[in-house]
């Protein structure tokens, strides 16, 4: 079988972010956030939890 992917302990949010949604790949969680200042899609390391990359959402900026 397929090994599980790997899970840090925790992962620590910026402040003033709320989860909205998870997925995982190799080496990497990914986490969907809202805040005052719009949605985030957030990369963390999944062995360590550290935020290795933050990327602006532009929802409402999606094609027809």
Partial sequence: ???RPALPETLEM???LS????TMGRGWVGVVASGADG???LIFDA????????VPVN??????
């Fill in 47 to 54: 062995t360590t939890g550290a935020l290795r990359q933050r």
């Fill in 14 to 16: 910026p402040e003033g």
């Fill in 39 to 41: 949605a985030v899609f």
């Fill in 1 to 3: 079988p397929e090994p």
């Fill in 19 to 22: 989860a909205e949604a998870v």
């Fill in 59 to 64: 929802a409402g900026d999606s094609a027809p």
